[in-house]
């Protein structure tokens, strides 16, 4: 099995959870799959949610939605500073506001930074291999919204087999493993988007995981590879939930 692995980092990022308050704005901890799938449509120009007209479904979240993909977290234990950003916008926007400015304040990452893997087993990841491969762009890719341009860098198609081992270097759902914390182990957990739902557009959240303790599965298939040129476990997800494949004896 091949993949098309590189690194995604930024200065900053803001994936903006939909349940905020009035007054200030707060970030997913990481970036999640939906948000990832817009970036690469982005990258290889599908249209965004401004021109989903009459479809079910965004076109970028439409064409890649069955991309098999693992993300890395490179944060420590998982986790990346965060930051408040406070602004002032005195556009036309803000002219009911009091005084006529809106203080709009958001929480940001502070140098986030992934590595991101998508399996090469279909039209859509061989087309965007070749779009990064080739450092080529449609559209900009952010880390959220423009004010977080995305850096996209150590781009490799890497080799992977089949691990037994029980441990984890990617992010993963919570109902796919049974997690076993032992001391000086870590864990991020949070209840990321992985799905789009249909016309509304809202978010379906998984609970996630990253964590270097011990792992069980919870089926006799196998979801574990391995990235053999650095070694690190990973589990693939798409549309369909968890990459599987039987093991044979």
């Not at 120009?45 to 401004?50: A, H, L, P, W």
């Not at 690190?232 to 549309?239: A, H, I, P, R, T």
């Amino acid at each position: 099995m091949k993949a098309l692995r590189f690194r995604l980092s930024g200065k900053t990022g803001f994936f903006k959870q939909p349940d905020v308050n009035t007054y200030l704005y707060y970030t997913y901890g990481q970036i999640h799959r939906v948000a990832l799938l817009g970036l690469l449509g982005a990258i290889v120009g599908y249209k965004g949610y401004n021109e989903k007209g009459r479809e079910k479904y965004p076109e970028f979240y439409k064409k890649l939605k069955d991309l098999k993909i693992s993300i890395v977290s490179e944060g420590n234990d998982g986790i990346f500073d965060k930051k408040l950003q406070i602004f002032n916008n005195s556009t036309a926007f803000a002219s009911n506001e009091e005084g006529g400015n809106l203080i709009v304040k958001q929480v940001w990452l502070e140098n986030p930074s992934w590595l991101i893997y998508i399996l090469l087993d279909s039209d859509q990841s061989e087309m965007i291999k070749e779009y990064i491969l080739n450092k080529k762009t449609i559209f900009t890719p952010y880390l959220g919204t423009n004010d977080h341009m995305a850096n996209i860098s150590n781009c490799k198609i890497v080799d992977l087999e089949k691990s037994d081992e029980n441990i984890i270097d990617s992010l993963f759902w919570d109902e796919d493993f049974k997690l076993r914390l032992k001391s000086k182990m870590y864990k991020y957990e949070e209840n990321l988007p992985f799905f789009l739902e249909e016309d509304t557009e809202r978010y379906i959240r998984k609970k996630t995981l990253a964590s270097n303790g011990e792992v069980r599965k919870k089926s006799d298939k196998n979801v574990i590879f391995k990235d053999l040129d650095n070694n690190l476990k990973l589990v693939f997800y798409s549309e369909e939930g968890i990459y599987e494949t039987w093991f044979y004896s």
